[in-house]
């Protein structure tokens, strides 16, 4: 078959972006002719918090990447949906996850006669809300042909937009299985300059307000962790006043117990701040899915999430980790119960046996077979 994946890829950076690329060799692996249509302006750079949008490693030199669209410009979109539909696909994949890039999707959309037309899901309603959620979401619903979600949480927002009852289905975010080996604890340690006598708890990703960090300092200053030999380590480039968050360190005493590295990770360093920590811990306010839990699958590490969204589909509470609700009382005593009865070795044994579920080949044979 041959497919286009529309939405980020090099050299833009981020987590769709991996998972375009990561789809892509799946088909490619498979004997699919597979080409990635990605950005020549993704968003305007008043639109964007961070400090770039691209990556700084090499392009990948196993896939086709063209950058042909401009998520502004309505004279470019009908040019791309002439070139796909030109182009012999028997699929298209649009690869959505905020409203902001619906009037585009569904302007190329409609130039695709006879090619099947499927929305992959990430986000159906981002987790900051706009006016463009109600304006320009139905719309993007009502130009696809069909439907895979991330999450079962995702798939329940995509029904409610969706009056033509379409082909629907949700398959779990694979386990993202690119970022390099597991290796030895005091390696990684040693790479980050962390000292080996603590035990380290890890925040990862952009710091937006919904994913909690907040939450999770006021938990660390819990009396019953002071006991305990940890660390905090906060990698991930701030969209939030980084101010915000240092001064609530200070005030709570924590400036000795937290490490914020406010920097986008590259690629070729995330294997480093997995294998060096004990847990991974995402205390959202609000979520889909995440693509950090599916890297902590592959380096095997326990996780703590909150019991928003889909969160709690990928991590069972007690078995490879634990699901609590977004407050810090909660996660101080899921922190508590972890180090004080030494559950990490017990999770990990369920990890093995629950990251098999998590495979590439699976997501392929849902996306194939929807229509």
């Given at each position: ?312 589909e990928i991590v ?9 609700p977004p407050d ?44």
């Open positions: 078959m041959k497919i286009a994946i529309i939405g980020p890829a090099y050299p833009y950076r981020g987590g769709i972006a991996a998972f375009s690329e990561r789809l892509a060799r799946q088909w490619r692996d498979e004997g699919h002719a597979v080409d990635l249509y990605t950005f020549t302006l993704q968003y305007p750079r008043f639109l964007f918090p961070g400090k770039t949008q691209y990556a700084s490693g090499p392009a990948p030199d196993d896939l086709h990447v063209e950058r042909c669209i401009n998520s502004v410009n309505p004279l470019n979109w009908g040019k791309v949906g002439r070139q796909l539909h030109k182009g012999g696909y028997e699929m298209v994949v649009f690869a959505y996850w905020m409203s902001f890039f619906a009037p585009c999707y569904c302007a190329i959309a409609r130039r695709l006669r006879g090619v099947k037309r499927i929305a992959l899901v990430h986000n159906m309603i981002p987790h900051e809300k706009t006016i463009l959620d109600r304006l320009f979401a139905p719309r993007f619903v009502k130009a696809m042909d069909g439907f895979v979600a991330l999450s079962e949480a995702v798939l329940e927002d995509v029904r409610k937009l969706d009056r033509w009852e379409k082909p629907k289905a949700w398959s779990p975010h694979p386990v993202y299985d690119h970022f390099g080996p597991r290796e030895a604890r005091e390696v990684a340690l040693e790479h980050l300059n962390l000292d080996p006598q603590y035990r380290y708890l890890l925040f990862f990703g952009l710091v937006r307000a919904y994913k909690g960090l907040d939450l999770l300092i006021e938990a660390l200053a819990d009396e019953r962790l002071r006991q305990y030999p940890l660390r905090l380590l906060v990698a991930g480039e701030f969209y939030e006043e980084k101010q915000t968050y240092l001064q609530q360190i200070w005030s709570l005493g924590l400036d000795q117990k937290v490490i914020v590295r406010d920097e986008f990770i590259p690629d070729d360093q995330v294997k480093d701040y997995f294998n060096a920590v004990d847990i991974v811990v995402q205390p959202y306010k609000s979520a889909t899915q995440s693509g950090v839990t599916q890297i902590a699958y592959h380096f095997e590490k326990p996780m703590l999430v909150t019991n928003v969204g889909g969160l709690d069972p509470h007690g078995k490879v980790g634990y699901a609590v810090a009382r909660s996660i101080a005593d899921a922190l508590v119960d972890f180090f004080a009865c030494d559950r990490k070795d017990e999770f990990v044994g369920h990890l093995l046996v629950e990251k098999q579920k998590y495979s590439w080949e699976k997501l392929s044979n849902v996306i194939l077979n929807l229509l």
